[in-house]
């Protein structure tokens, strides 16, 4: 069993629900990275969802974008990003890290090489946000070999045949975007991503996580309420912004931003 | 051809997020519906004869083929199509396309302009809305078309983020197709972007090469030694060189941007002296850095500032059935004046790379030979970049 599968299989047991950060690698400096991951663990995250930064990030918004900029202009390469997954292993066994991020970077090492160096480094799951499972084969038969999850996006816009055709690929868990448009985006609909997750599904038994456009506490709870995880972009990255001139201040000011997402989402299933 | 899923070989194909892959896949399914619908190909004709103003001629360019010597140079004249360049064939195919969709909303990106002026020109005709984007710095290079877009009534989006031309416009115009799919339609302007974008631009664009070889066949009464075309994503060179394809004997040149020259990394020739990756929903040949990250590009002219190239241009040169050569900013303004004093046809400066190519090629082969160039746009958007390196202030 993966560690992924592990995670949700415990939170389960304890009638608990995911939460998922995301913040991008070598964002605003490669030093702060690992230290972050820690305090957010200690905040309450159950999953880290590390971006691999990207010249070219066209499923993202202006603030993830950004984050890319900073941490490529402090030279993060994709090496460096499984690099800090190693540092992070020495202190953490335990949190499942996924790896998000573009295809050319890793089309660069090479599937099979990529998959191999991510697994020794303590890697357990990897999304591609620019390759539907239609272009997946050979990326997909590289990480189980590995024993890499592919975790696959889900969107408004997916046909049932495609729901089906991408829970049959995926494992780990189902990435459900939950609007139409970019991370960071402003309007979420539960009801809407209720309808969406039921549907799911009935197609998969993996746990079913939502992200895009969740940005505070109360939208982290009322996701809780209907997924199996929250996943959290851009409300974290955009508080590292905030803090890019001071970047030993960004663990404690991140963590504490997260900490009260966990707690709403706590205090909800409490209801 | 490619295959079903849109690969040229390796190439082509569609890495787009999954928000897109239903969009995409019912443009596929509208445009093989219309494609072969006798209904649509007659209004994409009557078009194209009345709106654009094709065919467009076949000028055989005597007085510069005497001065180089060797080989009768001909030019396809896109320079006189409607709005000026070769993208109008594809937007207005584009738009009827969009029209039977049922969408109310273009959007495009540009580089030069032209796209963005062909696209706002269509949308005018048809009236439906019309967005824009274009990298801030393209915005400054191109100012007549980014004025000529607005008068159209299109809203021009300055793209701000990472280099600011065409690549960073084309990230943003995706972006903008993923929050509106419902109503929007992305007038792509090159071969390039998910499946069936590569294949549907060229089959717009391929009229260029279709009339090209009626018109070579009557005047020449041969079939031509070469075919030149400048490529930036590569739409007009695939339009002129399809219908050739089959034509064993003719030989293919594609011309890229060599910028400041391929050894100092600043150019835009990625089949040239760059690697197969991933961008814009296709793999293709690349200019990228070790890491797989995308570089900044360098080119004199807006239009061929673009780190990517159509996936059927790649599996050309890897076939090797097109041979593809660079050509630097200074042979180009070269050839600008050169073509401009000698003939009286202020070429564009993305044309004016293939027109320099055709200067060293032109005097290695005998006179009975015949090369066309494909003159995809008209100079007048490049004179202020001209001038400017030129120190003149207009």
């Not at chain 2, 075309?229 to 030989?251: M, R, T, W, Y």
């Amino acid at each position: 069993m993966s560690r992924i599968t592990e995670r949700f299989a415990l939170l389960r047991e304890q009638g608990r629900k995911a939460l998922i950060p995301y913040i991008t690698a070598g964002d605003p400096k490669p030093q702060v990275t690992v230290p972050l991951m820690h305090a957010l663990v200690a905040a309450g995250a159950d999953i880290l969802e590390l971006g691999v930064p990207f010249s070219d990030p066209m499923a993202d918004g202006p603030v993830i974008q950004k984050a890319c900029e900073r941490a490529l202009a402090e030279g993060t390469s994709l090496l460096d990003v499984l690099a800090m997954v190693a540092e992070f292993r020495r202190d953490d066994q335990e949190t499942p890290v996924i790896l998000m991020g573009y295809l050319n970077p890793i089309e660069i090492l090479g599937y099979q090489n990529f998959a191999q160096q991510a697994a020794v480094h303590g890697v357990d799951g990897l999304l591609t946000v620019d390759m539907p499972p239609e272009e997946a084969a050979p990326l997909v038969v590289a990480c189980e070999e590995q024993g890499l999850d592919r975790i696959f996006l889900l969107a408004p816009t997916s046909s049932p045949k495609r729901i089906e055709q991408i829970c049959a690929l995926g494992s780990g868990f189902i990435y459900y975007v939950s609007l139409k448009g970019v991370t960071g985006a402003s309007t979420l609909d539960v009801d809407d991503v209720s309808l969406h997750v039921a549907n799911i599904r009935r197609h998969t038994s993996m746990p079913v996580g939502v992200g895009f456009g969740i940005r505070d506490a109360p939208s982290a709870a009322q996701i809780a309420s209907i997924a199996d995880a929250v996943v959290v972009g851009s409300a974290l990255v955009k508080r590292i912004e905030q803090y890019q001139d001071s970047p030993e201040a960004i663990p404690e000011e991140v963590s504490a931003l997260l900490r009260t997402m966990r707690e709403a989402i706590d205090a909800a299933k409490n209801i | 051809m490619p295959d079903e899923k849109g690969h040229f070989g390796p190439y082509g194909g569609r890495f787009i997020a999954e928000t897109l892959m239903e969009p995409i896949e019912e443009l596929r399914q509208a445009y093989e519906r219309y494609r072969d619908d006798p209904d649509f190909q007659a209004e994409l004709e009557s078009d194209l004869a009345h709106y654009v103003g094709r065919p467009t001629p076949l000028y055989f360019a005597q007085r510069w083929s005497e001065q180089l010597g060797g080989a009768r140079i001909f030019l396809k004249r896109e320079d006189l199509s409607h709005t000026g360049a070769h993208k109008i064939n594809n937007t207005v195919g584009q738009a009827l396309l969009a029209k039977r969709m049922g969408k109310t909303r273009l959007i495009a990106e540009t580089g030069a302009g032209q796209h963005g002026v062909a696209t706002a020109t269509v949308a005018a005709r048809l009236g439906l809305e019309c967005v824009v984007y274009m990298g801030s710095e393209d915005i400054e290079r191109q100012a007549p078309n980014v004025y000529r877009m607005r008068l159209l009534g299109a809203e021009v989006v300055p793209v701000t983020s990472g280099s600011r031309t065409l690549k960073d416009a084309l990230n943003e115009a995706m972006r903008d197709w993923v929050a509106h799919v419902d109503n929007t339609f992305y007038v792509i302007g090159t071969v390039a972007g998910p499946h069936p974008y590569p294949v549907m631009v060229r089959d717009f664009q391929a009229v260029i090469g279709r009339e090209a070889r009626t018109q070579i066949l009557a005047q020449l009464g041969a079939l031509p030694h070469a075919l030149v075309a400048c490529v930036g994503g590569g739409s007009n060179a695939i339009g002129l060189f399809h219908p050739f394809c089959k034509d064993e004997q003719v030989a293919l040149y594609g011309v890229e941007a060599a910028g400041l020259g391929l050894e100092t990394g600043q150019h835009a020739a990625s089949l040239c002296a760059g690697k197969p990756g991933v961008l814009h929903g296709n793999r293709t040949y690349l200019v990228e850095n070790s890491h797989g990250q995308i570089m900044d590009t360098h080119s004199i002219s807006a239009g061929l500032d673009y780190p990517g190239v159509g996936p059927e241009h790649a599996w050309l040169k890897d076939t090797g059935r097109a041979t593809y050569v660079a050509i630097s900013d200074e042979e180009a303004l070269a050839a600008f004046h050169a073509l401009t004093r000698i003939e009286g046809i202020i070429p564009a400066l993305e044309s004016s790379h293939a027109l320099a190519y055709a200067m060293h090629l032109a005097p290695t082969l005998a006179p009975e030979q015949g090369i066309i160039v494909n003159l995809s746009g008209r100079g007048d958007k490049d004179i202020n970049t001209v001038a400017k390196i030129e120190g003149i202030s207009l």
